[in-house]
Protein backbone atom coordinates (compact mmCIF):
# COMPACT_ATOMS: atom_id res chain seq x y z
CA UNK A 1 0.00 0.00 0.00
CA UNK A 2 1.02 3.34 0.57
CA UNK A 3 2.99 2.52 3.79
CA UNK A 4 0.90 3.30 6.41
CA UNK A 5 0.84 0.01 8.42
CA UNK A 6 4.84 0.54 8.07
CA UNK A 7 5.01 4.35 9.66
CA UNK A 8 2.82 2.88 12.34
CA UNK A 9 5.56 0.65 12.86
CA UNK A 10 8.53 3.21 12.60
CA UNK A 11 6.63 5.64 14.82
CA UNK A 12 5.98 3.32 17.74
CA UNK A 13 9.82 1.67 17.53
CA UNK A 14 11.26 5.03 17.34
CA UNK A 15 13.16 3.65 13.98
CA UNK A 16 14.49 0.48 15.89
CA UNK A 17 13.26 -1.65 13.77
CA UNK A 18 15.00 -2.02 9.94
CA UNK A 19 11.86 -2.08 7.89
CA UNK A 20 11.34 -2.92 3.69
CA UNK A 21 7.66 -2.84 1.66
CA UNK A 22 7.10 -4.37 -1.34
CA UNK A 23 4.68 -3.00 -3.43
CA UNK A 24 4.31 -3.48 -7.07
CA UNK A 25 2.19 0.03 -7.59
CA UNK A 26 4.75 2.27 -8.12
CA UNK A 27 1.97 5.58 -7.68
CA UNK A 28 2.26 3.78 -4.02
CA UNK A 29 5.70 3.10 -3.96
CA UNK A 30 6.52 6.55 -4.74
CA UNK A 31 4.20 8.00 -2.21
CA UNK A 32 5.71 5.94 0.57
CA UNK A 33 8.99 6.82 -0.67
CA UNK A 34 8.23 10.63 -0.39
CA UNK A 35 7.47 9.19 3.54
CA UNK A 36 11.14 8.49 4.18
CA UNK A 37 9.88 4.55 3.37
CA UNK A 38 11.92 1.80 1.70
CA UNK A 39 9.26 0.60 -0.52
CA UNK A 40 9.98 -1.31 -3.82
CA UNK A 41 8.61 -4.62 -5.52
CA UNK A 42 10.75 -7.50 -4.88
CA UNK A 43 10.18 -10.74 -7.10
CA UNK A 44 9.98 -13.51 -4.69
CA UNK A 45 11.31 -16.10 -7.37
CA UNK A 46 14.84 -14.25 -7.30
CA UNK A 47 14.56 -12.24 -3.43
CA UNK A 48 16.61 -14.52 -1.27
CA UNK A 49 16.77 -11.89 1.98
CA UNK A 50 15.13 -13.38 5.01
CA UNK A 51 13.06 -11.77 7.73
CA UNK A 52 11.75 -12.02 11.10
CA UNK A 53 8.36 -11.14 10.32
CA UNK A 54 6.30 -10.28 6.81
CA UNK A 55 3.12 -8.46 7.29
CA UNK A 56 0.58 -9.50 4.25
CA UNK A 57 -1.86 -7.07 4.76
CA UNK A 58 -4.74 -7.17 2.19
CA UNK A 59 -2.83 -8.95 -0.23
CA UNK A 60 -3.70 -12.71 -0.24
CA UNK A 61 -6.88 -11.02 -2.44
CA UNK A 62 -4.33 -10.17 -5.30
CA UNK A 63 -2.51 -14.00 -5.32
CA UNK A 64 -3.46 -15.86 -8.42
CA UNK A 65 -1.96 -19.51 -6.87
CA UNK A 66 -2.01 -18.64 -2.83
CA UNK A 67 -0.89 -22.19 -2.08
CA UNK A 68 2.43 -21.90 -4.48
CA UNK A 69 2.71 -18.04 -3.13
CA UNK A 70 3.42 -19.39 0.57
CA UNK A 71 5.09 -21.78 -0.35
CA UNK A 72 7.80 -19.62 -1.98
CA UNK A 73 7.22 -16.68 0.94
CA UNK A 74 8.44 -19.04 3.64
CA UNK A 75 12.26 -19.12 1.82
CA UNK A 76 12.20 -15.47 3.37
CA UNK A 77 11.79 -16.03 6.58
CA UNK A 78 14.16 -17.31 9.37
CA UNK A 79 13.85 -19.77 11.89
CA UNK A 80 10.75 -19.20 13.93
CA UNK A 81 10.10 -16.16 11.59
CA UNK A 82 6.39 -15.14 11.15
CA UNK A 83 3.71 -14.28 9.13
CA UNK A 84 1.02 -11.59 9.61
CA UNK A 85 -1.82 -11.99 7.05
CA UNK A 86 -4.84 -9.91 6.69
CA UNK A 87 -7.83 -10.98 4.53
CA UNK A 88 -11.43 -11.58 3.98
CA UNK A 89 -12.95 -15.07 5.50
CA UNK A 90 -15.85 -14.96 3.11
CA UNK A 91 -14.95 -17.38 1.07
CA UNK A 92 -17.56 -20.22 2.93
CA UNK A 93 -20.39 -17.66 2.20
CA UNK A 94 -22.82 -17.91 -0.36
CA UNK A 95 -22.74 -15.23 -3.04
CA UNK A 96 -25.61 -13.47 -2.03
CA UNK A 97 -23.98 -12.93 0.96
CA UNK A 98 -20.91 -11.45 0.19
CA UNK A 99 -20.15 -8.12 0.75
CA UNK A 100 -20.03 -6.04 -2.44
CA UNK A 101 -18.32 -4.50 -4.15
CA UNK A 102 -16.02 -8.03 -5.21
CA UNK A 103 -13.98 -4.90 -6.79
CA UNK A 104 -13.37 -7.78 -9.94
CA UNK A 105 -10.45 -8.16 -11.57
CA UNK A 106 -8.24 -6.96 -8.90
CA UNK A 107 -9.53 -9.14 -6.09
CA UNK A 108 -9.25 -13.39 -7.73
CA UNK A 109 -8.66 -14.82 -4.68
CA UNK A 110 -11.24 -15.26 -1.46
CA UNK A 111 -10.24 -17.06 1.70
CA UNK A 112 -11.63 -18.28 4.69
CA UNK A 113 -10.16 -19.27 8.27
CA UNK A 114 -10.35 -22.75 7.06
CA UNK A 115 -8.52 -22.15 3.10
CA UNK A 116 -6.16 -20.29 4.78
CA UNK A 117 -4.87 -22.47 8.05
CA UNK A 118 -5.15 -25.78 5.71
CA UNK A 119 -2.46 -23.66 2.90
CA UNK A 120 0.07 -22.86 5.95
CA UNK A 121 -0.37 -25.59 7.89
CA UNK A 122 0.98 -27.76 3.93
CA UNK A 123 3.51 -25.42 3.91
CA UNK A 124 4.58 -25.74 7.34
CA UNK A 125 3.64 -23.06 9.33
CA UNK A 126 1.90 -23.13 12.79
CA UNK A 127 -0.79 -21.08 13.72
CA UNK A 128 -0.16 -18.79 16.40
CA UNK A 129 -3.86 -16.76 16.41
CA UNK A 130 -6.64 -15.93 14.34
CA UNK A 131 -8.63 -12.69 15.24
CA UNK A 132 -12.09 -12.68 13.50
CA UNK A 133 -13.31 -9.09 12.87
CA UNK A 134 -16.60 -7.13 11.17
CA UNK A 135 -15.43 -5.68 7.91
CA UNK A 136 -17.80 -2.82 8.66
CA UNK A 137 -17.56 -0.83 12.15
CA UNK A 138 -21.28 -0.99 13.39
CA UNK A 139 -21.31 2.18 15.47
CA UNK A 140 -23.30 4.64 16.17
CA UNK A 141 -21.99 7.63 13.63
CA UNK A 142 -21.32 4.23 10.57
CA UNK A 143 -25.02 3.86 11.40
CA UNK A 144 -26.22 7.29 10.92
CA UNK A 145 -24.03 8.02 8.14
CA UNK A 146 -25.23 4.52 6.35
CA UNK A 147 -28.78 6.34 6.94
CA UNK A 148 -28.31 9.54 5.27
CA UNK A 149 -26.55 8.06 2.64
CA UNK A 150 -30.30 5.94 2.43
CA UNK A 151 -32.09 8.44 1.59
CA UNK A 152 -29.81 10.63 -0.13
CA UNK A 153 -30.81 10.29 -4.36
CA UNK A 154 -27.14 10.65 -4.74
CA UNK A 155 -25.23 8.40 -2.37
CA UNK A 156 -25.34 4.27 -2.02
CA UNK A 157 -25.91 3.14 1.26
CA UNK A 158 -24.78 0.10 2.69
CA UNK A 159 -27.56 -0.40 5.12
CA UNK A 160 -28.63 -3.10 4.34
CA UNK A 161 -25.08 -5.06 5.85
CA UNK A 162 -26.17 -3.18 8.76
CA UNK A 163 -29.54 -5.05 9.32
CA UNK A 164 -27.48 -8.44 9.08
CA UNK A 165 -25.04 -7.45 10.78
CA UNK A 166 -24.86 -10.45 12.64
CA UNK A 167 -23.79 -12.50 9.17
CA UNK A 168 -20.82 -10.07 9.02
CA UNK A 169 -19.35 -10.18 11.86
CA UNK A 170 -16.33 -12.20 11.46
CA UNK A 171 -15.47 -11.20 7.55
CA UNK A 172 -12.20 -9.93 8.03
CA UNK A 173 -9.45 -11.82 10.16
CA UNK A 174 -6.01 -11.83 10.91
CA UNK A 175 -3.18 -14.33 11.04
CA UNK A 176 -0.67 -14.91 13.00
CA UNK A 177 1.31 -17.89 12.17
CA UNK A 178 5.46 -18.84 12.38
CA UNK A 179 7.70 -21.63 10.81
CA UNK A 180 7.54 -24.84 12.63
Known amino acids: GFGEFLLSIKEISKNKINLFGSEPNTVKQNKAKKIGLDVNFIDLKSHKKKYDIISLLNVYSHLEDPPKFFSMIKKNL ?8 QTGNTADKEAKDHYRPFFLPDHISFASEKILVNILERNNFEIIKIKKYPRINFNIETTL ?3 IKYISPFHKSNIHYFLKRNLYKEDDMFIRAKIK
Open 78 to 85: VKNGELLI
Open 145 to 147: KEL
